[in-house]
């Protein structure tokens, strides 16, 4: 409470003032008559009576005082001295904006300026997309392992190539490719057009021998002469105008339209609770820290981070031992104890099991669980009792009760409904079928 003196005086001097006023009346039409005093003896009394109060007043005033200073001894000491106190000055400054955690996919996909996109190379890039003739036997396109319709993979754990040979990894979708910074899932190439002529020269994918014999087989299709001359102003046919095309089209495989997008472009109607219930998960849990930006794979080319590599599995744990995640090392060197990977886009996720580099995992609720494990170190439990959870830790026999952070099947659930509304409306038809 603040102390007002001049306040205090006032009311002291407004009673002295009343005191006396009350005291002449007093004395003068009661008291005088009744002992029959007058003159100056009636004054005195008056004098007397009110000195006496206002020696009483000052004591009570005195005694406020110095019972306030010895309560709150820093007040006396605090209270700056009259003429040093001084105004601070205030400023205003803005401070920077945080970047948003959530982005919705951008309507277009940018591309580099040696090759823009144009109508006449996208049509060519989609005809190639489908070209059977880029592969040894005839057999393949890159539609074989990337089915448009299928979310853009093609639901193998690995994916058979020419002659029934099977790779070593999972194909990935080619939706939303164009976002990646780094593409294949140790991150080996840097851009679509670097990539496109990798599967058509793999010896388990297409198996084409060379350059030269791609250029030739399109040459033998009469009308490619005119579709690359549409596209690229003159019929000349070269493999790095094949990729020019084929990552042309890869880059109108873009899919704005799924639930989160409407979400984090305004529509709070676009989410039902379980799903925000699960991206809030994902943003307290961290799985944020790594599938962040518009295509939920830090290695977006929205990523401030250039190296958007990590470890995998980062953490050992029970979940993992049952899947053989541990023997490609990646962008790892072969040997090294651990394996680096790309962080993959979780775009149209729930369309494009199996899951994780080689296929191993076959569920959406694995994969949540084993990156929850091995990512973010949280413990997996199907139990809570009133808010407590109970944790029993085979290695030494024990039980105990813990505020690590735990994630409930519930939550699971709560977590992969939240990645179903990653996946794209129309992709979403077109995998149901007509
Ligand atoms: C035999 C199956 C197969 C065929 C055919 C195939 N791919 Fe792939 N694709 C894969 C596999 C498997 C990977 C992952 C390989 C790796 O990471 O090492 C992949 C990776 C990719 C990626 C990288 C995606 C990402 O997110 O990193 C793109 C883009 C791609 N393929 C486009 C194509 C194109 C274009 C063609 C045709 C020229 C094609 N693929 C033909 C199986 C195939
Ligand atoms: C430290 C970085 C990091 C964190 C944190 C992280 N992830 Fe991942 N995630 C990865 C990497 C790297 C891969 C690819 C691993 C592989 O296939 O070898 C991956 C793969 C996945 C896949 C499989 C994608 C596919 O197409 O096969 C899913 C699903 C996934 N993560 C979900 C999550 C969820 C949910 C969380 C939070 C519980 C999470 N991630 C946390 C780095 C991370």
Redesign the pocket.
């Known amino acids: 409470m603040e102390f007002d003196l001049g306040l205090l005086l006032t009311v002291v001097g407004l009673s002295i003032l009343g005191g006396f006023t009350f005291l002449f009346v007093l004395v003068g039409r009661d008291l005088a008559p009744a002992v029959s005093l007058a003159g100056p003896r009636r004054w005195l009394i008056v004098v007397g009576l009110g000195f006496g109060v206002i020696a009483l007043s000052i004591k009570v005033v005195a005694i406020m005082l110095l019972s306030r200073m010895s309560l709150h001894p820093e007040m006396a000491s605090l209270a700056p001295p009259e003429e040093t106190a001084e105004i601070l000055p205030v400023r205003f400054e803005a401070l920077p904006r945080p970047a948003p955690l959530w982005k919705a996919l951008p309507e277009l996909a940018p591309a580099p300026a040696d090759n823009p996109t144009t109508p006449a190379k996208v049509a060519l890039g989609r005809a190639?997309?489908f070209e059977t003739a880029?592969?040894l036997d005839g057999t393949?396109?890159?539609?074989?392992?990337?089915d448009l319709a299928r979310g853009g993979a093609?639901a193998k754990p690995?994916?058979?190539?020419?002659g029934g040979s099977i790779?070593?990894?999972?194909?990935?979708?080619?939706y939303n490719?164009a976002f990646?910074k780094?593409?294949?899932?140790?991150?080996?190439?840097r851009s679509?057009e670097e990539?496109?002529?990798?599967?058509?020269l793999?010896p388990?994918?297409?198996a084409m021998p060379d350059a030269k014999s791609v250029e030739g087989r399109l040459r033998d299709i009469p009308a490619y002469a005119e579709r690359f001359a549409l596209a690229f102003g003159e019929g000349t046919i070269s493999i790095e105008r094949v990729a020019e095309a084929?990552?042309a089209f890869?880059r109108t495989l873009i899919t704005p339209d799924s639930a989160y997008d409407r979400f984090v472009r305004g529509d709070m109607n676009a989410l039902n609770s379980r799903q925000l219930r699960g991206m809030t998960l994902f943003q307290e849990i961290g799985c944020i820290q790594c599938h962040s930006g518009p295509n939920l794979s830090g290695a977006s080319l929205f990523a401030a981070d250039e190296n958007g590599l990590r470890i995998f599995p980062a953490v050992e744990n029970d979940t993992l031992s049952h899947y053989p995640l541990r023997e490609d090392k990646g962008a790892a060197a072969a040997g090294s104890e651990r394996a680096i990977w790309?962080i993959?886009?979780l775009r149209n996720v729930a369309l494009t099991g199996p899951y994780f580099?080689n296929g191993s995992v076959a569920t959406l609720r694995e994969a949540v669980r084993i990156m929850a494990a091995s990512q973010r170190n949280v413990l997996l439990a199907e139990d809570h009792l009133a808010g407590r959870t109970i944790v029993w830790q085979p290695d030494d026999a024990r039980l105990s009760v813990t505020d690590r952070a735990v994630l409930t099947e519930n939550d699971i659930a709560d977590i992969i409904a939240f990645l179903e509304s990653l996946t794209s409306d129309s992709l979403k038809r077109a995998t149901a079928g007509p």
């Open positions: 190639l997309f880029l592969s393949m396109s890159c539609a074989s392992c990337h093609d690995l994916s058979p190539g020419v790779g070593a990894r999972n194909a990935p979708s080619v490719a990646q780094r593409l294949f899932w140790d991150g080996r190439a679509l990539q496109a002529t990798g599967p058509i793999n388990v994918e297409m084929i990552a890869e790309r993959p886009s580099h």
